[in-house]
């Protein structure tokens, strides 16, 4: 696979989250090194994803969790530079009670169509993400929704670690094998 930019959400992911365990596995992965992990705020997150895009030689696939799937859509609602799709697993409900007071920056989520082919995973027992709001967004955005059913945050609190459907999806939307 060419390359991908991994955008983790709130406090990153640890060392047995997916989006890590790719990043080490597949050599086209790199992370976006945000400011401040545990205090997100959204101009300097969005920055940080320009430059991280604007740096590579050639437009990434976007491979977002949670909160750096707001990160992505306001990077995106701002006039993106290009990148070749997006991967965005977990979108967290910004309107919702249980999202982080520390991340409210992200807050309204822009609902305007991506201009690049993108994927939302969702389940149906995200506490920080009601499915009714995944489906809206994902239409919003104009994305392919796939539900995992009842698969919580899609993190490593919810038993993902490595994960073969996940990888799939990506080689499905990025239309070469990982």
């Known amino acids: 696979m060419r390359s ?4 983790p959400g709130y406090t990153g992911s640890g060392p047995r989250h ?28 969005v920055e940080a994803l ?3 895009v604007a740096g590579g030689a050639e437009p990434p696939v ?12 306001h990077w995106a609602a701002q006039g993106a530079r290009p990148v070749r799709a997006a991967l965005l697993v977990a979108p967290a409900d910004t309107g919702s009670r249980s999202y982080p007071s520390d ?18 995973v969702a389940s149906s027992n995200d506490p920080y993400c009601a499915l009714e709001r995944a489906e809206a967004l994902a ?32 080689a499905a ?3 070469e094998p990982l």
Do not use: Y
Not at 4 to 7: E, G, H, S, Y
Not at 139 to 167: K, M, T, Y
């Open 139 to 170: 239409r919003a955005w104009g994305s392919r929704l796939v539900n995992l059913g009842a698969c919580g945050h899609i993190n490593v609190d919810a038993g993902f670690g490595p994960w073969p459907e996940g990888e799939r999806l990506l």
């Open 103 to 120: 991340a409210l920056t992200f807050h309204p989520l822009p609902e305007v169509e991506l201009p690049f082919p993108s994927i939302v």
């Open 18 to 45: 997916w989006q890590t365990l790719w990043e080490q596995k597949l050599s086209s992965a790199r992370r976006v090194e945000m400011p401040d992990w545990d205090h997100p705020d959204r101009d300097a997150w």
């Open 62 to 73: 976007l491979v977002a969790h949670s909160c750096g799937v707001s990160t992505v859509v």
């Open 173 to 175: 939307l990025a239309g």
């Open 4 to 7: 991908l930019l991994m955008v």
């Open 50 to 52: 320009d430059r991280a």
